[in-house]
């Protein structure tokens, strides 16, 4: 297995431009969801999906889109880009979003975006 | 509202001691808390959660995590630091009525050799 992939690794953008951050995983996993990584922040929640064709606002879902049309990919469309749009941006799934259950959350390696 | 919160930004031990990253919690009901690994340039790890059940949990890389309820904390211990444990490590939690998962701040294990 492949587990997370992400691309791209690194983007450069200028302000107002829009781009799809691509994510996919192969491990047939319910639960997906977007992190941003800042600086003294840690992981804030963007967007998150329970199953194909539910998504869901996560902390900071301004500027950001998603869509689940299939249970392995799970895109995160900006926009209009903004400087603070700028950050490391982690997907990751897990067999299950009951957190009753305990679901582990498998990540990505990330894409590092800087938008000018 | 819910949180996860890790007091130190850094910590600085020498090899072959032990470690502790502290990590304290504020969820409403039944808490469900994890600790993850970032090395440079990658992702997260799952290093070991706490689900119920035993209060001393197991992980990976021979780390564990002490749950107490009392003190609403869940600090990730080594008895034996090794120079490659050198990361960023994230406590998180689920928590309340939520299946949102929250991460704390990250704290920064240096291990000197």
């Known amino acids: 297995n492949a587990g997370v992939t992400q691309t791209p690794k690194f983007q450069v953008l200028k302000t107002g431009q829009s781009m799809t951050l691509q994510c996919a995983q192969d491990m047939n996993h319910e639960y997906m969801s977007w992190y941003r990584q800042d600086p003294g922040m840690g992981l804030r929640l963007i967007h998150y999906?329970?199953?194909?064709?539910?998504?869901d606002q996560g902390e900071v879902p301004n500027g950001y889109n998603v869509s689940r049309s299939t249970t392995e990919d799970f895109p995160l469309r900006l926009l209009s880009a903004a400087p603070s749009q700028t950050s490391v941006y982690f997907c990751a799934s897990s067999p299950t979003y009951d957190r009753v259950r305990g679901g582990t959350q498998y990540f990505g390696p990330g894409t590092r975006l800087l938008v000018l | 509202a819910q949180s996860v919160a890790q007091p130190e930004d850094q910590v600085n031990v020498a090899e072959g001691n032990p470690l502790t990253v502290k990590c304290t919690y504020s969820?409403?009901?039944?808490?469900?808390l994890f600790w993850y690994v970032q090395y440079p340039n990658r992702g997260l790890q799952f290093l070991l959660k706490y689900i119920t059940g035993d209060n001393l949990v197991k992980g990976s890389y021979g780390f564990e995590a002490e749950f107490n309820k009392s003190q609403t904390s869940f600090h990730l211990k080594k008895p034996s630091a090794l120079v490659s444990d050198s990361a960023l490590y994230f406590c998180?939690?689920?928590?309340?009525?939520?299946?949102?998962?929250?991460f704390g701040t990250g704290t920064l294990l240096a291990v000197q050799p």
């Open positions: 998180a939690g689920y928590g309340g009525a939520t299946n949102k998962l929250i």
């Open positions: 969820v409403s009901g039944n808490p469900y």
């Open positions: 999906s329970v199953g194909a064709g539910i998504t």
